[in-house]
């Protein structure tokens, strides 16, 4: 069965950190591009952050620049989403999805997960 597991939201107060995972199961994700995507309730989904599949590029939302680090480790078959400085506007539920490149932010993303869902508050 094909499957992409988000994990490793929940609750962190301003200024904190979390890491997130994607992991997948039934497939190989060698040779795909990472996408993480948020939405948060009343708002357009939007992709944050893309690993190409050799890990060559990396792209990231504005928005996010300069706290979120993405990652990847192919043997684990599971990339990483490393969100630092986080802001209430962050929270959201995070989803990952593959896809054969980065260069697009929407649009051909097949396989996506259930998402976690990121809580910043006081």
């Known amino acids: 069965q094909v499957q992409l597991v988000e994990s490793g939201g929940g609750l962190v107060q301003p200024g904190g950190s979390l890491r997130l995972s994607c992991a997948a199961s039934?497939?190989?994700?060698?040779?795909?591009?990472i996408g993480w995507f948020r939405q948060a309730p009343g708002k357009e989904r939007e992709r944050v952050s893309c690993?190409?599949?050799?890990?060559?590029?990396?792209y990231y939302a504005d928005s996010v620049k300069g706290r979120f680090t993405i990652s990847r480790d192919n043997a684990k078959n599971t990339v990483y989403l490393q969100m630092n400085s986080l802001k209430p506007e962050d929270a959201a539920v995070y989803y990952c999805?593959?896809?054969?490149?980065?260069?697009?932010?929407?649009?051909?993303?097949?396989?996506w997960g259930q998402g976690t869902q990121v809580t910043v508050s006081s």
């Open positions: 999805a593959t896809r054969s490149t980065c260069n697009r932010p929407t649009g051909d993303y097949d396989h």
């Open positions: 039934g497939f190989s994700l060698d040779y795909y591009a």
């Open positions: 690993i190409s599949s050799a890990s060559v590029s990396k």
